[in-house]
C-alpha cells in the first residue's frame, strides 16, 4: 500500500507513475471507507484524487501555496501533507477537519469555507509575494460551481494586474451542489466541447493564459499540463474536466444527492441515519408549491443550495420558471428578490444563515432602504445548526435584526412558522426574515395569530409574577421548562412570552411588566453582544428591573457538541432555573 507510507509531497515525487494510479485508487478507497461511517464531503473530493496528486508532483508545497476553493476538494490534499492517518484509521478520524486549516499543517493557508474565495486570496499571496521580490508558485483551486459567485469573477478580474505567477486551477466537473446555473457555463460547455480550442473563452477575456485538460482524471494529462505553467511569468487557468463522485457508482450516477453524505453502507449506498418526524425544508416545500399553483407571482430562489428549501429535483421541475437557482451567488439572490418585490412578485428566498453573512449590503442597501415586501427563511439559524468553524449559524441576530424597515419572526412551533409565513408573503409593507426553529419540529396544533402587522407585539403565554421569561423561537422550549421548574421549586409561576418579534420591542408589554415584576430573563439561540437580549437590557437600564440575559459568548466555535456548548454557556434550562432562584 503506498498511502499508508505517503508522509509528505517528497514521497509523492519518489512514486513511478504506474504507482501514482495506485496511488489514487488507494485514496479513493480511503475516503469510501472514512465517510461511509463518518459522513462529509463525498463527490467532490472522490474526483479530485488525480489532480491533487499531480499538484503535489509538480509543484513544491509548502513553498509553492495551494489555496483551496471552500475547501470540499482538500480531503485528499490532507492525505497527502502528513495527514493520511486521520483517513485510514478510524480512532484518528476526527484528528482533522473537514476545511483546509493552518493549525493543523503548514501546507494550508487559510481556513475556508465559503466559496469563491481561492482566487482573491491567493491574488493577495502573489502580492506579497512580488513585494518581497520571492519566486514561490501561487496556485488557486476553484470548482466550477464557485465561479458563479461574485468574489470568484472579481478574483479573475484582479489576476491579470498581477503580471506574474498566478496558477488557476479550475475543477470543472459541470455541478455545482445541484445543477449549475448561469451563462458563464455555456462557455464552459463550448470550451468542452472544442477541447478548449473556443475563440469565444471566458478566461482569455479575462486577460489570462489557457491551458484545457480533457481528461482531468488521467495524470499522464494532468502533470505535463502542470509542468508547463510551473513558474509562470503571468497569471495562467489550468482548466481541467474531472468526473464528481469518480469510482463510486452511486455518486457518478446522482451527483447532487452525493455532494455530502452522511454515514452509510459502501456496499449498497443507502444511508445509516435515517430521520423520522418532520422537517422545516419539507414543510415550505410543500407550502410553496401549493401556494405556487394559485399564484403564480410566487417565487422560491435558492443560491446553490436547493436543498435548503426542500426543492428536489423533481419538486424543481414541478415548480417550473417559479423557481430560481441564481449559483452561489447569494448577494444577487437579495437584490433579485428585491426587484421582484419592486415589481409585483412574491418572492421568497431560503438560505442558510452562515451563508447569509455574505449578503449584508444588499440586504441594507438594495433591499431594505427600498422597503420591499421579499421573504427571507434563514435556516440552521441556531446551536443545532452547522458546527464547523466556517458554517456557524449564531450571528445572524445582531447582524440583520438591526436593519431598519426589516421586520425579523421567531416562529416557535410549526404552526406559528406557517402562519408567519404566510402573512409576510402576502403583505406589502415590509421585508421579512424568518429565523426557522432549529432542532426537531415542535407541532403543539394550538392557534395562533394570522396576522402580525401590528409589528413587535409579544405573545404572553403564561401569566405569573416576579420574574418574566422571554424565550426567543428555538429557546421557548427552555423558556417552559425553566418556568415548570421555578414553580415546582419556589411555587410562584413566572410570566412565559414569546416574543416572536427579534427586531423590536414590545414597549408596552415591557413597560407593564416592569410594575409587576422583579427579573426579567431573556434566553436566545445565538451570541449575546448586540442580540435581542441586550435591546431589554438596555430598555430596563434605568428602572429598578434585574435583566439577566442568556446567549452564547462571541467566539468562533469548531466541531462542537450543542449541549456541550449549552453547558458552558449556563444554557441549560436547569441552569438557569438555578441562577433565578438564587436571586
Known amino acids: 500500500m503506498y498511502l499508508e507510507n505517503i508522509k509528505g509531497p517528497a514521497d509523492v515525487k519518489k512514486l513511478p507513475m504506474d504507482a501514482l494510479a495506485v496511488l489514487a485508487n488507494e485514496m479513493r478507497t480511503a475516503l469510501l471507507k472514512k465517510l461511509s461511517a463518518h459522513g462529509g464531503h463525498f463527490g467532490p473530493n472522490l474526483g479530485f484524487a488525480e489532480a491533487t496528486i499531480a499538484l503535489h508532483y509538480v509543484f513544491n508545497s509548502p513553498t509553492d501555496k495551494i489555496v483551496y476553493d471552500v475547501s470540499h476538494q482538500t480531503y485528499c490534499h490532507k492525505m497527502l501533507t502528513g495527514r493520511k492517518d486521520a483517513f485510514l484509521y478510524p480512532e484518528k478520524y476526527d484528528d482533522v477537519s473537514g476545511y483546509s486549516n493552518p493549525q493543523e499543517s503548514a501546507h494550508d493557508f487559510f481556513t475556508?469555507?465559503?466559496?469563491?474565495?481561492?482566487?482573491?486570496?491567493?491574488?493577495?499571496?502573489?502580492?506579497?509575494?512580488?513585494?518581497?521580490?520571492?519566486?514561490?508558485?501561487?496556485?488557486?483551486?476553484?470548482?466550477?460551481?464557485?465561479?458563479?459567485?461574485?468574489?470568484?469573477?472579481?478574483?479573475?478580474?484582479?489576476?491579470?494586474?498581477?503580471?506574474?505567477?498566478?496558477?488557476?486551477?479550475?475543477?470543472?466537473?459541470?455541478?455545482?451542489?445541484?445543477?449549475?446555473?448561469?451563462?458563464?457555463?455555456?462557455?464552459?460547455?463550448?470550451?468542452?466541447?472544442?477541447?478548449?480550442?473556443?475563440?469565444?473563452?471566458?478566461?482569455?477575456?479575462?486577460?489570462?493564459?489557457?491551458?484545457?485538460?480533457?481528461?482531468?482524471?488521467?495524470?499522464?494529462?494532468?502533470?505535463?499540463?502542470f509542468t508547463s505553467v510551473k513558474d509562470s511569468k503571468h497569471p495562467v487557468v489550468v482548466h481541467i474536466c474531472t468526473q464528481k463522485g469518480?469510482?463510486?457508482?452511486?455518486?457518478?450516477?446522482?451527483?447532487?444527492?452525493?455532494?455530502?453524505?452522511?454515514?452509510?453502507?459502501?456496499?449498497?449506498?443507502?444511508?445509516?441515519?435515517?430521520?423520522?418526524?418532520?422537517?422545516?425544508?419539507?414543510?415550505?416545500?410543500?407550502?410553496?408549491?401549493?401556494?405556487?399553483?394559485?399564484?403564480?407571482?410566487v417565487v422560491a430562489i435558492t443560491s446553490g443550495t436547493p436543498a435548503v428549501l426542500g426543492f428536489t429535483e423533481e419538486r424543481r421541475k414541478q415548480a417550473g420558471k417559479q423557481f430560481v437557482d441564481v449559483?452561489?451567488?447569494?448577494?444577487?439572490?437579495?437584490?433579485?428578490?428585491?426587484?421582484?418585490?419592486?415589481?409585483?412578485?412574491?418572492?421568497?428566498?431560503?438560505?442558510?444563515?452562515?451563508?447569509?453573512?455574505?449578503?449584508?449590503?444588499?440586504?441594507?442597501?438594495?433591499?431594505?432602504?427600498?422597503?420591499?415586501?421579499?421573504?427571507?427563511?434563514?435556516?440552521?439559524?441556531?446551536?443545532?445548526?452547522?458546527?464547523?468553524?466556517?458554517?456557524?449559524?449564531?450571528?445572524?441576530?445582531?447582524?440583520?435584526?438591526?436593519?431598519?424597515n426589516l421586520v425579523y419572526l421567531a416562529p416557535t412551533t410549526k404552526e406559528e412558522y406557517l402562519a408567519m409565513l404566510e402573512?409576510?408573503?402576502?403583505?406589502?409593507?415590509?421585508?421579512?426574515?424568518?429565523?426557522?426553529?432549529?432542532?426537531?419540529?415542535?407541532?403543539?396544533?394550538?392557534?395562533?395569530?394570522?396576522?402580525?402587522?401590528?409589528?413587535?407585539?409579544?405573545?404572553?403565554?403564561?401569566?405569573?409574577?416576579?420574574?418574566?421569561?422571554?424565550?426567543?423561537?428555538?429557546?421557548?422550549?427552555?423558556?417552559?421548562?425553566?418556568?415548570?421548574?421555578?414553580?415546582?421549586?419556589?411555587?410562584?409561576?413566572?410570566?412565559?412570552i414569546n416574543p416572536r418579534f427579534i427586531s423590536g420591542l414590545d414597549t408596552d408589554l415591557l413597560q407593564e411588566l416592569s410594575t409587576t415584576h422583579d427579573t426579567v430573563i431573556t434566553l436566545e439561540d445565538g451570541i449575546l453582544d448586540g442580540g435581542f437580549g441586550e435591546k431589554v437590557a438596555r430598555f430596563y437600564g434605568n428602572t429598578r428591573v434585574r435583566v439577566l440575559n442568556y446567549g452564547y459568548k462571541k467566539e468562533f466555535l469548531d466541531r462542537y457538541n450543542a449541549e456541550d456548548v449549552l453547558r458552558e454557556n449556563r444554557l441549560i434550562p436547569e441552569q438557569i432555573a438555578e441562577d433565578i432562584i438564587s436571586l
Open 112 to 225: 475556508v469555507g465559503h466559496t469563491s474565495t481561492s482566487v482573491s486570496l491567493a491574488c493577495g499571496l502573489a502580492k506579497a509575494r512580488d513585494l518581497k521580490g520571492d519566486t514561490e508558485n501561487i496556485i488557486a483551486v476553484i470548482g466550477d460551481g464557485s465561479l458563479s459567485g461574485g468574489e470568484a469573477l472579481e478574483g479573475l478580474d484582479f489576476a491579470s494586474e498581477l503580471q506574474s505567477n498566478l496558477i488557476i486551477v479550475v475543477n470543472d466537473n459541470q455541478m455545482s451542489i445541484a445543477e449549475n446555473h448561469g451563462g458563464l457555463y455555456r462557455n464552459l460547455q463550448l470550451l468542452r466541447d472544442t477541447d478548449g480550442q473556443a475563440a469565444c473563452n471566458l478566461f482569455k477575456s479575462f486577460g489570462l493564459d489557457y491551458v484545457f485538460v480533457k481528461d482531468g482524471n488521467n495524470l499522464a494529462e494532468l502533470i505535463p499540463a
Open 246 to 297: 469518480k469510482g463510486f457508482a452511486p455518486a457518478e450516477q446522482d451527483k447532487e444527492s452525493w455532494h455530502w453524505c452522511m454515514p452509510f453502507d459502501p456496499e449498497t449506498g443507502k444511508s445509516k441515519v435515517t430521520f423520522s418526524g418532520e422537517d422545516y425544508s419539507e414543510i415550505t416545500a410543500e407550502y410553496l408549491l401549493k401556494k405556487m399553483a394559485v399564484d403564480k407571482t
Open 327 to 404: 449559483g452561489i451567488a447569494e448577494e444577487t439572490a437579495v437584490a433579485l428578490a428585491s426587484g421582484i418585490a419592486a415589481n409585483g412578485g412574491k418572492p421568497v428566498y431560503g438560505v442558510y444563515s452562515t451563508f447569509l453573512q455574505r449578503t449584508f449590503d444588499q440586504l441594507s442597501q438594495d433591499l431594505c432602504i427600498n422597503n420591499n415586501p421579499a421573504t427571507i427563511l434563514i435556516y440552521a439559524a441556531s446551536v443545532y445548526g452547522m458546527n464547523d468553524i466556517t458554517h456557524l449559524g449564531i450571528y445572524d441576530i445582531p447582524m440583520i435584526a438591526n436593519i431598519p
Open 423 to 496: 402573512w409576510s408573503v402576502e403583505q406589502q409593507e415590509h421585508p421579512v426574515a424568518i429565523r426557522v426553529p432549529g432542532g426537531e419540529v415542535i407541532s403543539d396544533g394550538n392557534a395562533v395569530d394570522a396576522d402580525y402587522s401590528r409589528l413587535n407585539r409579544f405573545a404572553v403565554t403564561e401569566n405569573g409574577s416576579k420574574t418574566a421569561i422571554l424565550a426567543l423561537g428555538t429557546f421557548f422550549p427552555f423558556g417552559k421548562r425553566i418556568a415548570e421548574k421555578m414553580k415546582a421549586e419556589t411555587g410562584v409561576q413566572p410570566t412565559l
